[in-house]
């Protein structure tokens, strides 16, 4: 009984979509539906954006993390980090109490970490300040240190920065005072003074010694400094600058000429005199290439700090300046 | 039609958002058990390699020792133990990024820069080096440059008294002849002389986790394809 269909049972036949477009095809105002629709779409689509409220807090912790702590994320890689480093077993090897006690202290942390920008610690605590700070500085100098300097650089670096290679001088000088007034000497005039310390000088640079010039002219040590070497700032430190400045000015084995001072008239004679000299490249390569890199470190955090200036909006009050 | 296509879409991206739940989900070692996931991961961290990674470690993957980018499509890594979570943490937080948690343990010290080798020493040490990953050297200069190896440079405390490493330093394995900045020589003289302080940037937050998680699979599922499949792969 079965007979081919007719066209009208052709035409059920077709599906839904399709006899849809080819009504609005039909239609004779067909141009306008589809933007019409596509309009309206739109217009519902924005609303729906506009007017959506705030993304809905998490209930539950997503995947690839352990805990949510006020809605941060502790995420399941830092947890696996810090049970390892902390039982030294592999992850799957550590019981669940351990794994249980890592957590635990992991969101202890987070919530103190919270606490503190709910306290405000960045802008209220110098410590926390300097660590964020130095923080920063550590990232934008990494990648400059990846950039090793050549010799050339490095030698140049050297020249320019020749002076923070000096070596201090060491000297071991005897400091002679002829005593002038006061109770040490009451009779005793200034002018004399520089007369018998001239005669003495003369007796010293002919050979005479250090005793003979305390026994026949009455020098006695002036006790400022121990008979051993010292480098210069301590010279400096126990002499005071007139004196340093004559005594940094002889050589082995030279007599100063006599200087008054404000305890009396001062002989000072050079046992051994090493003057402060520029360690040579080759000796301190090493201090050359820290300080190097230090400098790197810096260069890249000026550089960093201007860029930041650039991009930020710093209004001073009036009569300030920076 | 519109609905359709719309409902096909949603379906579709229903059906991956299942398929990142599990990724993540599964903890990271586990995931090359599943066949399934690694697939689906791979063909996720193809075109985010070439878009993110390709430029430093080629689009062949093969590294580029200019830049001392290493080879990811060999199972010689310098960090970890090359399972998905070691290769993960990489990437999460890269190395020598300044932060605390990427890998920067140490560098390698600029022997000859600063002064610690003499050229003579540095190039006694590549030739043991060139001994010890199995190529041609010259006898006495080897011998002596393993003196100064377990001596005053002090080599095997990164790299280790067999020479074979450490993965927790990032120091590479000298004896698997495989060499992030080159390895003739010449490339052996310079990393000893001025010292290797690469660096890579750490990619959490600006990658997902999801996509971070990809990556690690993806990578370590070509680590461990045969030398032959690598070469024919190409372009990722």
Same mark, same amino acid.
């Given at each position: ?322 | ?28 070692? $586990?995931?090359?058990?599943? #066949? =399934? +996931?690694? %697939?689906?991961?791979? !063909?996720?961290?193809?075109? @985010? ?10 689009? $062949?993957?093969?590294?580029? #020792? =200019? +830049?001392? %980018?290493?080879?990811? !499509?060999?199972?010689?890594? @310098? ?158």
């Amino acid at each position: 009984m079965s007979a081919a269909p007719a066209d009208g049972q052709a035409a059920v036949r077709r599906s839904w979509p399709r006899r849809m477009l080819e009504r609005a095809l039909a239609r004779p105002g067909r141009s306008s539906v589809l933007p019409l629709a596509a309009v309206v779409l739109g217009l519902t689509l924005a609303a729906l954006g506009m007017f959506r409220g705030a993304p809905a807090p998490l209930v539950e912790v997503p995947p690839g993390y352990v805990a949510l702590v006020n809605q941060k994320g502790v995420l399941e890689s830092d947890l696996i980090s810090q049970v390892e480093n902390a039982t030294m077993k592999r992850f799957d090897e550590a019981t669940p109490e351990e794994k249980r006690r890592v957590l635990r202290s992991m969101i202890d942390e987070e919530l103190l970490v919270q606490r503190a920008l709910l306290l405000d610690l960045p802008e209220t605590t110098i410590e926390v300040r300097e660590a964020m700070q130095q923080g920063v500085e550590a990232q934008v100098a990494e990648p400059y240190w990846s950039l090793p300097p050549s010799d050339a650089e490095l030698r140049a670096y050297y020249d320019k920065t020749r002076s923070d290679y000096t070596n201090d001088g060491t000297m071991i000088v005897h400091d002679l005072v002829m005593h002038v007034g006061g109770f040490q000497n009451a009779n005793q005039s200034t002018p004399q003074a520089l007369s018998d310390a001239a005669d003495a000088v003369y007796r010293l640079r002919s050979g005479a010694s250090v005793d003979y010039a305390k026994e026949h002219y009455g020098f006695v040590d002036s006790n400022r400094l121990p008979a051993v070497e010292e480098l210069d700032f301590v010279v400096k430190m126990r002499l005071g600058d007139k004196l340093f400045e004559v005594a940094s000015a002889l050589g082995n084995g030279e007599i100063s000429d006599p200087v008054v001072d404000v305890d009396g008239v001062h002989v000072l004679v050079m046992d051994i005199r090493r003057p402060a000299s520029v360690a040579d490249f080759s000796s301190v390569r090493d201090k050359v290439y820290q300080a190097y890199r230090r400098e790197q470190g810096e260069r890249a955090t000026a550089e960093n700090v201007r860029l930041l200036r650039s991009q930020a909006e710093i209004i001073l009050a009036p009569g300030q300046e920076e | 039609m519109l609905a359709v296509a719309g409902g096909i879409a949603y379906a579709h991206e229903v059906r991956h958002q299942q398929w990142r739940d599990r990724l993540l989900s599964t903890l990271p070692n $586990d995931v090359p058990d599943d #066949p =399934a +996931l690694v %697939a689906f991961a791979r !063909a996720e961290a193809a075109p @985010l390699f070439a878009q993110h990674c390709a430029a430093c470690h080629g689009a $062949d993957m093969r590294g580029q #020792p =200019a +830049l001392g %980018a290493p080879s990811l !499509a060999d199972n010689v890594w @310098l960090y970890g133990d090359g399972g998905v979570y070691e290769i993960e943490r990489t990437i999460l937080y890269g190395i020598r990024t300044g932060n605390s948690k990427s890998r920067s343990v140490t560098d390698m010290p600029a022997f000859g820069q600063r002064g610690v080798l003499s050229d003579a020493d540095i190039r006694n040490v590549v030739q043991y080096v060139l001994k010890v990953s199995g190529r041609r050297y010259q006898v006495e200069a080897a011998n002596e440059g393993r003196r100064i190896y377990t001596g005053n440079a002090n080599c095997g405390d990164c790299h280790a008294g067999d020479a074979r490493g450490d993965t927790y330093y990032g120091a590479p394995n000298l004896t698997a002849n495989v060499w992030n900045s080159g390895g003739e020589p010449d490339d052996l003289y310079k990393a000893i002389y001025f010292g290797q302080h690469r660096t890579m940037q750490a990619w959490f937050p600006t990658l997902s986790l999801f996509q971070i998680r990809a990556l690690a699979v993806y990578l370590y599922a070509v680590s461990r394809e045969p030398a032959a499949a690598v070469a024919s792969r190409g372009t990722p």
